[in-house]
């Protein structure tokens, strides 16, 4: 066969035989095209399907091999149909190719480049939903160690890639009637991995205007300085009268940059309107502030929640903006005068949403003329009704209004701000005030919060558009470019993205959750912040990673120091906050933090000034580079800890340290003894103590059935991975310290999915919703069959996205016969030991940051994962009751290591720890982190020897409850 040839020669393609030259473009029929830069070969036979994607210099196929449409180089869509090529043919620099089954033609116009192709939409007949051009999957992992590096850019706002740059596993790009086929535009890279930035800044710069020019983001990121700097986030404190005392914080933490986040009074959302009392020259009070943080070293970053509106806006109040956006248009089918509090209209009403919150897209609020009413609720039978009625909503006019009106619900979202229509001029007033206001100020960032929320206004389908299109008129009206951050990412925004990318603050298991957010970074996975599943294997695959695979500087906001409040939220330690910033040195990454913790806060806790004397420290160190690659190398390492000290000749070191917690559940419970490996060489333990929260009796009065074996019937399964089944049923067995009913989980795996990964799911709807008060404890009995298998007794709330509320509880069955187990602090280090399904009911973001809503528990959830491949496994479960939570008071702790023991003279209650660092330098803190005893032990220290030690904790306790305590146990190896 054939084989031709299309390569660049002197800026025209020529093609070329493998046996003799031809001339004309005309190709034979059954003979492949090859499309040839001087980097990459791309073939594909006359039918369509994709045959290889190679690397010239290597001359290695990356072409990965699948069925079905993906395995064609295109293709089109009619409705839920998807059509492939029947023919291709290529002739005078253009793609012609013909979808007969969907009577479909497309013609693309193909450029060479050298290391890129081009590829342009000529035409398309036949009226597709949609047409992707460029469809090439490939076997690439999209990771910076590759030699080889693939990406596919959209040169154009209606050109659709769904990867973020800058490197690909499969390229990509697609267009919409919606928004137009014409002129639809890619490039298709395929290069040495070092040539890969070189090459997309030579893209973007050719692109412009069609896609905004930034220097400060994207391609350019790792050069750019702002990308690498530490913040404080500002809410609105921040004045001429503050300015000093803020530069004050930032020094105190080593930071160099400061957020200036939108808020009711600091400035309103879309209309940019300042407190005027605060600044009473609005934007020009506000440049003077940032003209004095530069000239501190601090740069500013304008911080608003993209195009959503204020509700006190005046695009909103008192006259509403005629481009408000509308959820649902009615018409009033009567009369309205001033005193009506209810709307009659002619269409049905049965489907209106009356909710409201954090992430729905209506507040109540209807639009008649220049009148906002809120409604109350709807009938869902004719006569249709809006009932309820507040007029005036707002503050605007109440006013009377005619049968035939025209009536619009407002959308809304992020508990109630309004939004623009996208297509009207507000929409671009709002991006071009927004670069106005950075030219005025001279911000040196702007920060797109909430731009997330856009897929719920128009659609999931059409997120890309008209995000890309606000973000576009900000950057096309900046009259110097900076760097942007979202709360979300999608392929346009990486070029302007100069940092990537702040999570919300986490309130337990903060180590992991650093491990999970540096993994899902370099991943460059992360469209929305959080949504990344995370899970060890892929955690130790991509943490250690030198550079992120999108090319970014990374950012390890948002963070708020915590000290103990209650046992759903972890207690804060140094060793929490180096941990990070080792991390941070590791990846040479910012750190932000959610306000600033002035002295007051400092004196209600004074180990918050350890905290930030630690993160001045490292900061100083991170923005000199002082430490070597093969340093920063091994701080990179997930679940791997350091600690920072100064060697005596005056150099900073780390050494190897580790701090392993263990959870004793009762001093007559086999949990106050146990074993522990030490790694590293003989010497004097260092203990933390942590008294814990305990809970009343199981049979305690006020307990309330979470689970009533009665109801086993009501339990349904929803979900589960490949090869796993999962089953509630009823039993006759009881439990024999109560003789209540249990109910057997079945459950078994094929061995289809990997044994971490074997999940499924039942769940109960509770109707209604469980109020349990002040009864925020679980107590269950269960009988295990010692095979190992994960449960996960789970509460849930409800909510969507990072809204949602869920409190996980495990048990692992690895014993045989009834145990009690009470559940009290929600589970989220060992979530990600194991892989769970992404945002379905499994949030591994909000298992660190939320909690469910214990007077409103909507579901009572089980899980299972860990089966063993082809055996059924069976445990029995008894009554899960809700019961209330009690605190716990102890006096003279003991520890012993290998019979060696240590007594402390101190009275412990609940939140409160103890820290043992040397015979000499032993201290009790109170819940809030302040010293209130200078402590001396009783005993000698205890010494931890190499290798395995045997450890037991004991107390004195007058209580009736269970006492639960942390013990935490710490050593260091030899510096690096």
């Known amino acids: 066969m054939k084989l031709y040839k299309l390569q660049y020669t002197a800026g025209i393609f020529v093609f070329t035989v493998a046996w003799h030259a031809i001339t004309g473009w005309a190709l034979a029929a059954g003979d492949n095209i090859v499309l040839k830069c001087k980097t990459f070969n791309y073939e594909i036979s006359p039918a369509g399907k994709n045959i290889a994607f190679t690397d010239s210099s290597q001359n290695k196929n990356y072409l990965r091999v699948v069925e079905g449409d993906k395995a064609y180089c295109a293709s089109v869509t009619k409705g839920t149909k998807t059509f492939v090529p029947t023919s291709v043919a290529f002739d005078n620099n253009v793609l012609s190719l013909k979808f007969e089954e969907a009577d479909v033609t497309a013609s693309v116009k193909v450029i060479n480049k050298k290391t890129r192709l081009i590829l342009e939409v000529v035409d398309v007949t036949g009226s597709p939903d949609s047409f992707t051009f460029v469809n090439i999957p490939l076997t690439l992992d999209a990771i910076p160690t590759e030699p080889f590096a693939a990406c596919s850019l959209s040169l154009n706002l209606h050109t659709h890639v769904y990867e973020l740059p800058a490197l690909h596993r499969e390229l990509w790009a697609s267009c919409y009637q919606r928004f137009g086929f014409k002129n639809a535009r890619a490039a298709v890279i395929g290069v040495p991995q070092k040539q890969i930035l070189p090459v997309i800044r030579d893209v973007m710069k050719k692109a412009v205007p069609d896609v905004p020019f930034c220097d400060q983001g994207g391609a350019w990121a790792l050069g750019a300085k702002e990308g690498y700097g530490s913040y404080l986030m500002n809410f609105g404190s921040l004045t001429e009268e503050t300015v000093d005392q803020w530069i004050k914080h930032c020094n105190d933490f080593g930071f160099n940059q400061i957020d200036n986040h939108g808020s009711g009074n600091f400035f309103l959302f879309g209309s940019f309107e300042l407190d005027k009392k605060k600044f009473p020259e609005g934007w020009q009070t506000y440049k003077k502030i940032v003209d004095k943080l530069h000239k501190a070293g601090i740069s500013s970053i304008f911080h608003t929640y993209t195009c959503y509106i204020s509700q006190n806006s005046k695009y909103v109040t008192p006259v509403p903006h005629p481009d408000l956006d509308i959820l649902t248009r009615f018409t009033l089918d009567a009369p309205l005068d001033e005193k009506a509090t209810e709307i009659v209209v002619k269409e049905s ?578 819940p809030a982190g302040k010293v209130t005893q200078e402590v001396v032990p009783n005993g000698n220290v205890p010494v931890l020897k190499s290798g395995e030690n045997e450890l037991t904790f004991s107390a004195y306790t007058a209580d009736k409850v269970s006492t639960r305590m942390q013990v935490t146990v710490s050593a260091e190896g030899k510096p690096l």
């Open 349 to 926: 009403t049965k489907d209106v949403s009356t909710k409201t919150g954090y992430m729905e897209t209506s507040n109540r609020t209807i639009r008649m003329g220049d009148e906002i009413i809120q409604f109350t609720d709807v009938t869902l039978e004719a006569p249709y009704k809006f009932t309820g009625c507040k007029r005036g909503f707002h503050g605007t006019k109440i006013a009377s209004h005619q049968a035939g009106v025209k009536v619009g619900i407002l959308k809304t979202f992020w508990s109630g701000m309004y939004i623009p229509e996208p297509h009207s001029p507000l929409f671009d007033e709002i991006a071009r005030r927004t670069a106005e206001i950075v030219d005025e100020c001279g911000f040196d960032g702007v920060y797109l919060d909430a731009i997330e929320g856009l897929q719920y206004m128009w659609g999931k389908e059409n997120y890309w558009y008209y995000g890309d299109k606000f973000v576009f008129e900000i950057m096309k009206n900046l009259k110097k470019p900076v760097g942007l951050e979202y709360a979300g990412m999608i392929h346009h925004w990486w070029h302007f993205r100069s940092r990537y990318q702040a999570w919300d603050m986490v309130t337990r298991g903060y180590k992991r959750f650093m491990d999970v957010r540096i993994a899902s970074m370099k991943a460059g996975e992360e469209y929305q912040h959080g949504s990344w599943g995370g899970y060890w294997p892929e955690i130790e695959k991509y943490g250690p990673m030198k550079d992120c695979g999108l090319y970014l500087p990374l950012q390890f906001g948002w963070w708020g120091f915590r000290a103990w409040q209650s046992p759903k939220q972890d207690a804060m330690f140094l060793d929490d906050i180096e941990y990070v910033c080792c991390k941070m040195i590791g990846n040479n990454a910012g750190l932000s933090m959610t306000g600033v913790t002035d002295e007051k806060t400092q004196e209600a806790h004074p180990v918050y000034r350890d905290f930030i004397k630690m993160i001045r420290q490292y900061e100083e160190l991170r923005h000199k580079n002082y430490f070597s690659e093969e340093v920063c190398a091994q701080l990179r390492v997930p679940g791997s800890e350091f600690t920072l000290f100064k060697a005596d000749n005056g150099k900073w070191n780390f050494k190897p340290v580790f701090y392993k917690p263990h959870k004793v559940v009762g001093l007559d419970h086999s949990s106050a003894q146990w074993q522990l490996d030490n790694e590293f060489a003989t010497q004097p333990v260092k203990l933390r103590l942590e008294t814990l929260m305990s809970s009343a009796a199981y049979d305690n009065p006020q307990q309330t059935d979470v689970l009533d074996p009665a109801t086993v019937g009501q339990f349904k399964k929803v979900r589960t991975a490949p090869g796993v089944d999962c089953e509630l049923k009823k039993s006759d067995a009881k439990v024999p310290v109560t003789s209540e009913a249990a109910v057997e989980l079945v459950a078994s795996s094929t061995g289809e999915s990997v044994q971490k990964a074997s999940w499924g799911y039942l769940t109960k709807v509770c109707e209604p919703a469980l109020n349990l008060g002040n009864r925020t404890a679980l107590g269950v009995w269960i009988k295990g069959d010692g095979n190992g298998e994960l449960v996960d007794l789970k509460l849930y709330s409800g909510g969507a996205g990072m809204a949602l509320h869920q409190s996980s509880h495990y048990v692992k069955i690895d014993f045989t016969g009834w145990k009690y187990f009470t559940f009290i602090e929600p589970e989220s280090t060992r979530i990600t030991d194991y892989k769970w399904p992404v945002l379905a009911k499994y949030y591994v973001y909000d298992n660190h940051i939320g909690v469910v809503n214990y007077a409103g528990v909507t579901e009572f959830q089980i899980w299972v994962n860990n089966l063993p491949a082809n055996k059924k496994v069976s445990c029995l479960i008894g009554p899960v009751k809700a019961i209330p939570m009690a605190p716990v008071k102890i006096e003279n702790p003991e520890v012993a290591i290998n019979g060696q023991k240590i007594t402390f003279p101190v009275t412990m209650e609940t939140g409160m720890f103890l820290e043992l660092k040397s015979g000499q330098d032993c201290k009790l803190y109170s």
